[in-house]
């Protein structure tokens, strides 16, 4: 499909406004975190939801809330106080590639990362001052890679397993389930989706999540070239979106998720 660049102006703009609204949530795994109004559990329920999305989203939905149960409804306070004894219940959890051995580990990490520290997005920065603020200029690419290293990084428990669920740009993958969770957590607007918790980093800063219905229409829409499905790719439609809104280029993803689900394009 041929545009000019004021016609995939109006489209991406006109869509992104029609999707980025409350009747987006119900059915997308953002719903998972929706149901929280406290820091933590937002930040715990939006990760984990976020790493199991993908497969058909109905299932994605169960399964993230039979995690919400097994926390007994609270995420954060289970995370902080539960017994060992606690955990025999995560046993017989399953989706897809992911299961128990995985779900035990990103307890113990939760655990252990907020004994010391308030939020998750201090996990994303690469060096925090005394007054809690970066030192040093980052990127998103350099906030996934340093992530990766801390969530892997507890060495007395850590299964090689889990390793492939937490995606980085070091290893050149897409990120898309990562990129979805920072823009549930950073992206902030009026409208009621995103939450825009965090704020250390920047709706500029975000590279937009690149799945299946992204992909296709994306590249129907010429905003995409690269053959390949990569963080170099991720990068491209990002560069490209920011010609129609440098300061929020990822806010499209709605425009070009909406346009591919609801089989628009």
């Given at each position: 499909m041929t545009l000019t660049h004021t016609e995939l102006s109006d489209l991406l703009n006109q869509k992104a406004d029609y999707y980025n609204r409350p009747s987006f949530i119900e059915r997308d795994p953002i719903s998972i975190p929706h149901r929280f109004s406290r820091k933590q559990d937002i930040e715990i329920m939006g990760f984990w939801a976020a790493v199991l999305a993908w497969g058909q989203r109905p299932v994605i939905l169960k399964k993230s809330a039979e995690l919400v149960d097994l926390m007994d409804g609270a995420p954060y306070d289970f995370i902080r106080h539960h017994e060992e004894s606690d955990l025999k219940r995560f046993l017989n959890f399953k989706h897809r590639t992911f299961n128990a051995t995985d779900a035990l580990y990103f307890l113990h990490f939760f655990r252990q990362y907020y004994k010391q520290n308030d939020s998750l997005e201090d996990a994303f920065l690469p060096l925090v001052s005394a007054n809690n603020s970066p030192v040093t200029q980052s990127t998103v690419e350099s906030n996934l890679i340093v992530f990766h290293?801390?969530?892997?990084?507890?060495?007395?428990?850590?299964?090689?397993?889990?390793?492939?669920?937490?995606a980085t740009p070091a290893r050149n993958s897409s990120c898309k389930r990562l990129l979805m969770f920072l823009r549930w957590m950073v992206r902030h607007d009026d409208r009621g989706v995103d939450f825009g918790i965090w704020t250390r980093l920047r709706p500029d800063q975000l590279v937009i999540p690149i799945d299946v219905h992204v992909n296709r229409v994306a590249r129907k829409l010429g905003l995409l070239s690269r053959p390949q499905t990569d963080w170099k790719a991720a990068l491209e439609l990002t560069d490209t979106l920011r010609q129609f809104d440098p300061g929020d280029p990822v806010r499209y993803d709605f425009a070009l998720f909406g346009l591919g689900v609801e089989g628009e394009m």
């Open positions: 290293d801390r969530f892997c990084g507890l060495t007395d428990f850590f299964p090689e397993r889990t390793r492939k669920h937490i």
